[in-house]
């Protein structure tokens, strides 16, 4: 089993965190978005990666390549704007034809899977998870027994509620290579991109089946407000062990997590917190927030803030003789 993992995308949802680094290595929950997606496929048994990079490409190749040396990675570069299904489409050249089939999970999607019950089914496999708004995801519409019966990508008229989180394991993937490349070569594309969705529609109508299955949480981790909430839930969930923080005149309240060499004082921490290392805070009361690595944060009160690596925030410091009966408003 190969698993190919898109990470060329630019982030534009993200930024200004995405014009200095890639958006799969912003950090949730004490490591990478990306660490957390590599890390799961590694305990399912997967030790053969291919990585599509674009933007700040040799970021991700240096993290992957210092943290992970174990795994055979390899790693293919993407030009923007040409779509998942172009960044499988170049990895056709590491597909062993007629014997490889691939995982596909996009860098920025983490969830809640058993993927070692995917990897084992003999079949084609596509996750789904209803949502509120279909319209910004291919969308799945699924007959009794479970097979889609039909996918388009980002419709403006959904038809069905389930959308596609980015999980796809292909056992026909010289089929899907196929289709990618009869698209590409006919330049047909959806939004002008080319698409995984058109393609095993393709494979659809020459008599592949594609069966679902659920996804009990997805954390499509391109916004900020899903970027908070996912850290909120991994804290939760890794419980990190938040009795060995020593900080001067500190308050931590859990979950937390808290990197190596951090210099704290005089701050309440938490809860649903992830500093990154050598963070300097002083001052400052911090809670539902990402801090990055070495950055430092004096005098502040942060909730539901991502604040860069290397970012700095020096807030107000007040020193107050107030008499009997006075109201002072700083808002």
């Known amino acids: 089993m190969k698993a190919i993992i898109p990470v060329a995308g630019i982030g534009t949802r993200l930024r200004p965190h995405t014009h200095t680094q890639p958006k799969a290595l912003i950090p949730i929950a004490g490591k990478p978005i990306l660490a957390h997606i590599v890390e799961n496929l590694i305990d399912a048994g997967i030790t053969d990666f291919v990585f599509i990079i674009g933007y700040l490409g040799d970021k991700i190749e240096e993290y992957i390549q210092k943290n992970y040396p174990k795994i055979t990675a390899n790693f293919i570069i993407q030009t923007t704007g040409k779509g998942v299904g172009h960044a499988i489409w170049l990895a056709k050249d590491l597909v062993k034809k007629g014997n490889d089939e691939i995982l596909i999970v996009f860098g920025d999607t983490i969830a809640d899977v058993d993927l070692k019950k995917i990897i084992s089914e003999p079949a084609n496999l596509l996750g789904i998870k209803k949502v509120d708004d ?3 995801f291919g969308v799945a519409e699924i007959d009794g027994d479970g097979f889609i019966s039909r996918m388009i990508e980002k419709p403006a008229i959904p038809k069905s509620n389930l959308a596609l989180v980015g999980i796809y394991k292909i056992k026909d993937s010289v089929a899907l290579l196929d289709e990618l490349d009869n698209n590409i070569s006919q330049k047909k594309t959806t939004h002008n991109e080319f698409t995984l969705t058109d393609a095993m529609m393709n494979m659809m109508e020459k008599g592949y089946k594609f069966k679902s299955f659920d996804v009990a949480n997805w954390f499509d981790c391109g916004k900020k407000d899903i970027l908070l909430e996912t850290n909120s839930t991994l804290l939760k969930r890794l419980n990190y062990d938040t009795t060995k923080y020593k900080f001067e005149n500190t308050i931590i309240i859990p979950p937390v997590f808290i990197g190596d060499d951090c210099k704290i004082s005089n701050c309440i921490i938490g809860p649903n917190v992830s500093i990154g290392e050598s963070a300097i ?12 690595p070495f950055a430092q944060i004096e005098y502040a009160i942060l909730e539901k803030s991502l604040i860069g690596n290397d970012a700095t925030l020096c807030g107000n410091k007040q020193s107050l003789n107030i008499g009997d009966s006075t109201e002072i408003n700083f808002g």
């Open 134 to 136: 279909p319209r910004q």
């Open 281 to 292: 805070l002083n001052y400052a009361i911090v809670k539902e927030s990402i801090i990055g």
